[in-house]
């Protein structure tokens, strides 16, 4: 019984372990908030051609670096100075 008692106990952390992983996944790329609060795709701040937007590399473009450098606000002020 108590083998596997640690049978299953090891299994359920090795579980858990492959998981922890993937819950990051999301909280490291561009905050989609931003896109849905401004009513606009991704594509308006990040340049898509390098990938997914992570958090660590946001791929911004230049109307994505006005809007971030105005605290997410005005994205239409930064769109009008392409």
Do not use: R
């Amino acid at each position: 019984m108590k083998k596997h008692v640690s049978a299953v106990w090891i299994f359920a952390m090795g579980c858990v372990l492959a998981f922890v992983p993937m819950l990051g996944v999301s909280a490291s790329h561009a905050k989609p908030e931003y896109a849905k609060k401004e009513n606009k795709p991704c594509k308006t701040c990040h340049d898509m051609s390098k990938g997914m937007p992570k958090h660590e590399s946001p791929n911004l473009n230049k109307v994505g670096e006005c809007y971030q450098k105005n605290g997410h606000k005005d994205l239409d002020k930064c769109e009008a100075q392409k």
